[in-house]
Structure formats: structure tokens, C-alpha cells
């Protein structure tokens, strides 16, 4: 059974930085493509970037050049180190995968604020 906890998130000025972290259990994380996805406040869920089990990356539009997803195989982690946060990235951010199975974790929540 795969299991997928966040960490990293917390309040932050506009052009700041944070990098949250989607810590894996179970079985197989190296072979599985993991993603993230953000909730704003009232709004639905939606892509923000993918690293696939060969290492190569996908990022929706509005993150790209400001976000960078890497994983450790190592630590069975994936990362994301998300640069000039703006007020609209404010969301509950989750890790997901759906590879053998669809996973998400409780998400972790990054307010980004003045």
C-alpha cells in the first residue's frame, strides 16, 4: 500500500521561496511517475508539475522558470522547489500518483502573503 505524506509548507512573502517534500512508502517508488497538484481557496485542483520515472519533467504553464519538481530514488522523496511565489500560488499543495493505483496525499498548505 502506498502511502504519500507532505511537508514544507507555511506562510511566505510574494518573491519568496519554499520547497515542499512528498515523502513515499511502499513499494516501487522508482518506477513510478510522481506529480503535484495545487487546490486554491474555492477553486478546483489542478497540475502543477510531473518527474517521471525516467527523470524528465512537465510543468503547467503558470509555474514554469519559478518551479522545479526532483525526486531522490534514494529516499523514496520528491521535491518541489517553488521560486518568486506569488499571491496566486497560495493553495493546498498535493502529491500524487497514479501509476499502479491513484494516491494522493492530505496536502500541505502554502498561504503566500505580505
Known amino acids: 500500500q502506498v502511502q504519500l505524506v507532505e511537508s514544507g509548507g507555511g506562510l511566505v512573502q510574494p518573491g519568496g521561496s519554499l520547497r515542499l517534500s512528498c515523502a513515499f512508502s511502499?513499494?516501487?517508488?522508482?518506477?513510478?511517475?510522481m506529480s503535484w497538484y495545487r487546490q486554491p481557496p474555492g477553486k478546483q485542483r489542478e497540475f502543477v508539475a510531473q518527474?517521471?520515472?525516467?527523470?524528465?519533467?512537465t510543468y503547467a504553464t503558470s509555474v514554469k522558470g519559478r518551479f522545479t519538481i526532483s525526486r531522490d530514488n534514494a529516499k523514496n522523496t520528491v521535491y518541489l522547489q517553488m521560486n518568486s511565489l506569488k499571491p496566486e500560488d497560495a493553495a493546498v499543495y498535493y502529491c500524487?500518483?497514479?501509476?499502479?493505483?491513484?494516491?494522493w496525499g492530505k496536502g500541505t498548505l502554502v498561504t503566500v502573503s505580505s
Open positions: 518527474v517521471a520515472n525516467s527523470g524528465s519533467t
Open positions: 511502499g513499494r516501487g517508488f522508482r518506477l513510478y511517475a
Open positions: 500524487h500518483t497514479s501509476d499502479a493505483g491513484t494516491y
